[in-house]
Nanobody, 121 residues
Framework: QVQLVESGGGLVQPGGSLRLSCAAS????????MGWYRQVPGKQRELVATITNDGSTNHADSVKGRFTISRDNAKNTVYLQMNSLKPEDTAVYYC???????????????WGQGTQVTVSS
């Protein structure tokens, strides 16, 4: 199996910055796409940003120009740099990793435990 550990959430004032990290660990897998999603109570989880193996990125319109997704393949880690944060960015942020493996039981999507980001003065 693959374990994901997120870090970097917290409370920040509007206009501030945070950097989220998500590290994947385990055996017998290789990572394909990685991404970040967020969810607020009563709403569906929504895509924030994704990044492929070759570094191609996709950012939701609501975060373009403010958030940047990146990855360190050597560390199996994905990052989300969040700048110019707004109160509407408040949510639980989840990382997602899609893996492949020679073992069918390991293949698939994995989710982090979630980290709370609160933007408030």
């Amino acid at each position: 199996q693959v374990q994901l550990v997120e870090s970097g959430g917290g409370l920040v004032q509007p206009g501030g910055s945070l950097r989220l990290s998500c590290a994947a660990s385990g055996r017998d897998f290789s990572i394909n796409a990685m991404g970040w999603y967020r969810q607020v109570p009563g709403k569906q989880r929504e895509l924030v940003a994704t990044i492929t193996n070759d570094g191609s990125t996709n950012h939701a319109d609501s975060v373009k120009g403010r958030f940047t997704i990146s990855r360190d393949n050597a560390k199996n880690t994905v990052y989300l740099q969040m700048n110019s944060l707004k109160p509407e960015d408040t949510a639980v942020y989840y990382c997602n990793v899609r893996v492949s493996s020679r073992y069918r039981r390991i293949r698939g999507d994995y989710w982090g435990q979630g980290t709370q980001v609160t933007v408030s003065s």
